[in-house]
């Protein structure tokens, strides 16, 4: 199993950015693929972003995303990270990172490793 250690979230104004941080321990991650997910009150959680450990391949949720979010890795520091600029209120949520050996997935089902998240607010 591996341990997922989210950080950087944090207050911003619409329009602001910031830089997530999932830090990854207890495995080789060479045949890992790693996943953003967030969750707004109320509603579920949604798929936001994956890549894939070693080739990079990214995916993203769709057009309300893409464009304005970044997935990274770097493998020196078993770290994946989320970089969000142009931050809107509508991005608001608890922001998950996931893990899963073999590629990557948009279902959080197939996700079995998860860290306890990290609280982005976006203000007006």
């Known amino acids: 199993q591996v341990q997922l250690v989210e950080s950087g979230g944090g207050l911003v104004q619409a329009g602001g950015s910031l830089r997530l941080s999932c830090a990854a321990s207890?495995?080789?991650?060479?045949?890992?693929?790693m996943g953003w997910f967030r969750q707004a009150p109320g509603k579920e959680r949604e798929f936001v972003a994956a890549?894939?450990?070693?080739?990079?391949?990214?995916?993203y949720r769709d057009v309300s995303v893409k464009g304005r979010f970044t997935i990274s890795r770097d493998s020196t520091k078993n770290t994946v990270y989320l970089q969000m600029n142009s931050l809107k209120p509508e991005d608001t949520a608890l922001y998950y990172c996931?893990?899963?050996?073999?590629?990557?997935?948009?279902?959080?089902?197939?996700?079995?490793?998860w860290g306890r998240g990290t609280q982005v607010t976006v203000s007006t």
């Open positions: 890549i894939t450990w070693r080739a990079g391949i990214t995916a």
């Open positions: 207890g495995r080789a991650l060479s045949t890992y693929a």
């Open positions: 996931a893990g899963r050996v073999g590629g990557m997935s948009i279902r959080e089902t197939e996700y079995y490793d």
